[in-house]
């Protein structure tokens, strides 16, 4: 004699159709197996706890048992033979095969991360038969990670090692002035040791300033040719020859009166050197406005400018 079994909810659905015996399922969660007989029936349901052990045991849903049942139960055998049981839906995932033809490195550190997350919470949702192969994802992608980690840091440490970055360092100390052992500082607290010349005495640069805009542009032509050949500090040493800081103010007249080349000079600067002559030439030109107001006005702006502690500006537009 047949009948059609129904399925209470989708926790009583996943529960039946189970590959485990009672038996079996009465071990994993921990309770006897006559419990066991009375959840597959539909006598009573798990509590709420029981139903977290199933869920980490079988890998059914402590919620599912609130849930409608997704399909319909099988016809059943009244005589006790047990019947052909549907297959459950794939559980859905990521096993190993799946990582096959992946380059894993092209992920990159922060991908291999993310990826090892996700098979992590993935694995939680499994039963216990599919969890082996979502473990072993698991064990490729660390593995994959370490080796990059491990590489990347041997990359490091001969780039630190090199003669390129030593030389870079002490480039950078010498174009710096007394900021040698500062840098040397926050090199070491980041675990790098290099060999750093001893800080030079701060002295004002040497030289004038550039006569003209041809003059200016034809340093600035050499500079740039000593980058081209690689001569990286023989390029910041010559541009810091010029004093581009210190003369900003009268490179930034100079450049004012010869609007046919300033747009080619500012153009061969650096953005840090472009960025300061170009508000040395709008100071400039607000001090050029304020010289053609009245009297009494450039009085005002002169008294405001030495309450701001700029002196030399308020002589400089002539205030009282």
């Known amino acids: 004699m047949l009948k059609v079994r ?3 909810n989708e926790g009583h659905r996943l529960f039946c159709t189970s590959t485990y015996s009672p038996s079996e399922i009465a071990k994993l969660v921990g309770v ?6 009375e959840w597959r029936a539909g006598r009573s349901k798990p509590d709420e706890a029981t139903r977290r052990a199933i869920e980490g045991a079988l890998g059914i849903p402590a919620r599912s048992w609130d849930a409608p049942p997704v399909m319909r139960a099988p016809v059943e055998d009244v005589a006790g033979r047990a019947p052909a049981a549907p297959e459950a839906p794939a559980a859905p995932g990521v096993d190993a095969a799946d990582l096959d033809g992946v380059d894993l490195t092209s992920l990159g550190l ?3 991360e993310r990826q090892a997350r996700k098979l992590a919470a993935l694995e939680a949702t499994l039963p216990p038969r599919d969890r082996l192969r979502c473990v072993e994802a698991q064990a490729r992608v660390v593995a994959e990670h370490e080796k990059l980690r491990q590489k990347l840091q041997d990359a490091r440490a ?3 090692a090199s003669a390129e970055f030593a030389e870079d360092m002490r480039a950078l100390a010498s174009a710096v ?3 040698a052992e500062q840098l040397k500082a926050r090199l070491v607290a980041l675990g790098v040791e290099v060999n750093l010349p001893a800080a030079p005495a701060a002295t004002p640069p040497q030289g004038d300033p550039p006569e003209s805009p041809e003059e200016l542009l034809l340093e600035l032509d050499v500079a740039a040719g000593f980058r081209l050949a690689g001569e990286h500090a023989l390029a910041r040493g ?3 020859a010029l004093g581009l800081d210190v003369h900003a103010e009268t490179i930034a007249r100079m450049l004012l009166g010869r609007p046919d080349v300033s747009p080619d000079v500012l153009e061969r600067l650096d953005a840090t050197d472009a960025a300061r002559i170009r508000q040395a030439m709008e100071r400039a030109l607000a001090v050029e406005d304020v010289k053609k107001l009245g009297a009494e006005a450039r009085a005002v702006v002169a008294t405001l400018l030495r309450y701001l502690g700029h002196v030399g500006l308020a002589g400089e537009i002539g205030g009282a």
């Open 6 to 8: 129904e399925y209470l």
């Open 32 to 37: 006897h197996r006559a419990r066991v007989s």
């Open 110 to 112: 922060d991908g291999l």
């Open 158 to 160: 001969d780039f630190l």
């Open 177 to 179: 002035p007394g900021a």
């Open 238 to 240: 010559h541009l810091a």
